[in-house]
């Protein structure tokens, strides 16, 4: 157990649709980040926030933000769901999110989009 | 654009073979360099890492990397395989300059026992 956790597990859903993904990071982890791992792109980062702030942006398309909120676990949002968005969300974690940190990486959510 | 590239994307060994992994980046600059695993049903976690130094790695499980600055390349080895060490293996790179990681597409290793 990484103590990171994700929710929800899997979300089955329709296209057109919204759904939030949330993440708890480790407790004292300031940094959050967000990947996605899909059969044809592999893992892609998405986006990272430290301390509630913005710090990078990866790959990561319009129809979909994120947040981190003073409690400082994070939420993404994926709109208007096409099926290529069906994939694997996770969430990582660090103390303060630097380039050489080690991530701690939650059990991710499968989302299926049909 | 940096990328990461892992040579093989199925391996298949027998029990107490040896074991390389290839892993290779395009970026000139000072790098960090990550092998993350993961184990079947279970989270990705860092195998080892290289950010200066020494340029041979050891990690966890008795996996070691050597960082070849010339050649871009950071392999992953290990003597003597397990059952155990059926897993994806993730080489990973990120930059001085930039939070981001960029992730090679990740080599299937199944050990036969």
């Known amino acids: 157990d990484s103590g990171v956790t994700q929710t929800p597990k899997h979300l089955i859903t329709a296209t057109g649709q919204r759904v939030t993904l949330r993440c708890s990071p480790r407790s004292g982890d300031l940094s959050v980040y967000w990947y996605q791992q899909s059969l044809d792109q592999g893992l892609q980062f998405l986006i990272q926030?430290?301390?509630?702030?913005?710090?990078a942006k990866g790959n990561i398309l319009e129809r979909f933000s994120a947040q981190q909120f003073p409690d400082l676990h994070s939420e993404l949002n994926l709109s208007s769901l096409e099926l290529g968005d069906s994939a694997l969300y996770f969430c990582a974690s660090t103390k303060v999110g630097l380039p050489g940190d080690e991530q701690f990486f939650g059990p991710g959510t499968r989302l299926t989009v049909l | 654009a940096q990328s990461v590239s892992q040579h093989n994307h199925h391996v298949i060994l027998s029990e107490a073979a040896s074991l390389e992994l290839g892993c290779n980046y395009s970026y000139g600059g000072t790098v960090n360099l990550f092998w993350y695993v993961q184990y079947p049903g279970q989270h990705l976690q860092l195998l080892l890492k290289?950010?200066?130094?020494d340029p041979l790695v050891k990690g966890i499980k008795g996996f070691e990397a050597e960082f070849i600055k010339s050649k871009f390349s950071f392999n992953l080895r290990k003597p003597s395989v397990q059952w155990s060490d059926t897993a994806e293996y993730f080489c990973a790179v990120s930059l001085d300059s930039n939070y981001q990681l960029i992730w090679g597409a990740g080599t299937k290793l199944i050990i036969k026992p």
């Open positions: 290289y950010f200066s130094g």
């Open positions: 926030y430290y301390n509630g702030e913005e710090r």
